[in-house]
């Protein structure tokens, strides 16, 4: 069965950070670029990086670009997602998901072909 499991997560205050883990169950993780979406309460899914199956190619939505970082170990079977100088609106319910491919349309990270995802960790921005 093809798993993503994440860890990390929690709560942190403004300017604060955390560390988000992605580790692959079932498959090789090599084999797919990972993505990360966020879901604020009162709004849709955001996506929000992306970092090819290669490590080579990074993507980041202009909200968090500057302040997060994507990372991979295809040996370790791991992707991370590094939140840096949170602001409040970075709270939310943050998941990540394989793709075949950074799908960046428009400016606009897609989730139209994710599949497996994560079952989502939970990000707290308070003081």
């Known amino acids: 069965q093809l798993q993503l499991l994440q860890s990390g997560g929690g709560s942190a205050p403004p300017g604060g950070s955390l560390t988000l883990s992605c580790e692959a169950s079932?498959?090789?993780?090599?084999?797919?670029?990972i993505a990360w979406f966020r879901r604020v309460p009162g709004k849709g899914r955001e996506g929000i990086s992306c970092?090819?199956?290669?490590?080579?190619?990074?993507y980041f939505a202009n909200s968090v670009k500057g302040r997060f970082v994507i990372s991979r170990d295809n040996a370790k079977n791991m992707a991370y997602l590094q939140l840096n100088n949170l602001k409040p609106e970075d709270a939310g319910t943050y998941y990540c998901?394989?793709?075949?491919?950074?799908?960046?349309?428009?400016?606009?990270?897609?989730?139209?072909?994710?599949?497996?995802w994560g079952k989502g960790t939970l990000v707290t921005v308070s003081s």
């Open positions: 970092i090819s199956s290669s490590g080579q190619y990074k």
């Open positions: 998901g394989g793709d075949g491919a950074c799908t960046v349309t428009y400016g606009t990270l897609s989730d139209t072909g994710v599949d497996p």
């Open positions: 079932g498959f090789q993780i090599a084999s797919y670029a």
